[in-house]
């Protein structure tokens, strides 16, 4: 997707690159691109702690721990929530105070 909102910002730029309203910007389905992110900020919900997820989840919907900084997703099928791989689990953040 990056290639093609950069694609999308020269043809509105008359060939520049720069930057513009992403309400001008259609995704490839239509959708003007902050109706995409609309819909995609709907698919993630935050919450305090695992225990405060709903207890019945939503399918296509991600839910994120915000104090273990983990991401979950509901399964249906065996009505349980699944965490999500996350590969910057394992790096440390480092002070860069110069």
């Known amino acids: 997707m990056p290639i093609f909102v950069i694609d999308k ?16 910007i259609e995704h490839s389905d239509g959708r003007s691109l902050d109706t995409v992110i609309d ?3 709907s ?14 989840g939503k399918p296509n919907t ?7 900084d ?14 999500l791989a996350n590969p910057l689990a394992d790096i440390q953040t480092i002070d860069c105070n110069f």
Do not use: C, H
């Not at 720069?18 to 309400?23: G, K, N, V």
């Not at 935050?46 to 405060?52: C, F, L």
């Not at 991600?62 to 273990?68: F, H, R």
């Open 9 to 24: 910002l020269k043809q509105k730029n008359e060939g520049d690159f720069s930057l513009m309203d992403t309400a001008d």
């Open 39 to 41: 819909d995609l900020e």
């Open 43 to 56: 698919k993630v919900q935050e919450y305090e702690n695992a225990s405060k997820f709903p207890v019945t």
């Open 62 to 68: 991600i839910y994120i721990d915000k104090s273990e």
């Open 70 to 83: 983990k991401m979950y997703r509901w399964d249906d099928s065996s009505v349980k929530y699944y965490e």
